[in-house]
C-alpha cells in the first residue's frame, strides 16, 4: 500500500457467536473446518449463566465507533472465526479507498500461534483480489 494515502485502523479478534444456533458453525471455523463435538456445548447450554459464552454485542458495534470518533479515521473491525470474517472486513477497506492500514489484533497476549494467525489471515485477505 501506499506510505502516504488515507489511513485506517483493523481492529482484529477471535470472534464469538451470537446464538446457541451458530455454535455448531462457529466451533467448525476454530476448528479448521473439523467438526466438533457438542455434547460439551449442550452441556454449557444447559447451565445458568451459559449466555455469558455468547456474544452478546458485536465489538465492532461499540468499540469501532467510538475510537473512529477519537482518532477521526476509518476503524474497520474482522473476526478470525466469525463474522464480519477478516476477509469480509478487507472487501470494505479497499472499498473505502483507505490506502493505509494499521491491524491491530485484540488478542489478550502474544503468541506465534494466535497473533500469527491473525497476521497471515490478514495478509492473505490484503492480497486476495476484490
Keep these: 500500500m501506499p506510505q502516504n494515502g488515507r489511513a485506517g485502523v483493523l481492529l482484529l479478534a477471535h470472534g464469538a457467536p ?3 444456533e451458530d455454535v455448531e458453525s462457529y466451533l467448525s471455523y476454530v476448528r479448521g473446518g473439523g467438526r466438533a463435538p457438542l455434547r460439551s456445548w449442550k452441556k ?3 447451565l445458568p ?3 455469558r459464552l455468547l456474544s452478546t ?3 465492532d458495534s461499540r468499540a469501532g465507533p467510538a475510537l ?3 482518532l477521526g479515521i476509518p476503524v474497520f473491525f474482522g473476526m ?3 463474522r ?3 476477509r469480509e472486513t478487507m472487501d470494505r477497506v479497499r472499498e473505502s479507498g483507505v490506502e493505509r492500514l494499521a491491524a491491530i489484533a485484540l488478542a489478550p497476549q502474544y503468541s506465534e500461534l494466535s497473533v500469527g494467525l491473525y497476521i497471515s489471515r490478514t495478509e492473505e485477505a490484503a492480497r486476495a483480489p476484490a
Design 18 to 20: 451470537e446464538r446457541l
Design 49 to 51: 449463566g451459559h449466555r
Design 80 to 82: 478470525r472465526n466469525w
Design 44 to 46: 454449557c447450554a444447559a
Design 84 to 86: 464480519p470474517f477478516i
Design 68 to 70: 473512529e470518533r477519537a
Design 57 to 59: 454485542a458485536p465489538l
